[in-house]
């Protein structure tokens, strides 16, 4: 059994900078990949970006790629999501989700733990 919990979620301007992290615990996060979601309201959840469990090979959602960094440290069982020149339509619960095996998915289904979720709210 793993348990993530995600922080560093809050209220921004749109242009500021963010950076959500998950942490694990119960087992060590090396043995998983990891997604990061997001549901914005009245909308369905949606991936936004994946790492791989070595963090070497890494995949972005087209809305956040150049925008969004998302990274992996073994080491403090944790994995972040910064995430730069936030607009609006990133207003959403934040939700990170591992599964075992090397390689990510963009879908949900295929993620075995999930955290409670962060909220972020963006305004304009």
């Known amino acids: 059994q793993v348990q993530l919990v995600e922080s560093g979620g809050g209220l921004v301007r749109a242009g500021g900078s963010l950076r959500v992290s998950c942490e694990a615990s119960g087992r060590t996060l090396s043995n998983y990949a990891v997604g990061w979601f997001r549901q914005p309201p009245r909308k369905e959840r949606e991936f936004v970006a994946g790492?791989?469990?070595?963090?070497?090979?890494?995949y972005y959602a087209a809305s956040v790629k150049g925008r969004f960094t998302i990274s992996r440290d073994n080491a403090k069982n944790t994995a972040y999501l910064q995430m730069n020149n936030l607009e609006p339509e990133d207003t959403a619960v934040y939700s990170c989700?591992?599964?075992?095996?090397?390689?990510?998915?963009?879908?949900?289904?295929?993620?075995?733990?999930w955290g409670q979720g962060t909220q972020v709210t963006v305004s304009s």
């Open positions: 790492i791989s469990r070595s963090g070497t090979v890494t």
């Open positions: 989700a591992v599964r075992p095996g090397p390689y990510y998915s963009r879908s949900s289904t295929e993620y075995n733990y």
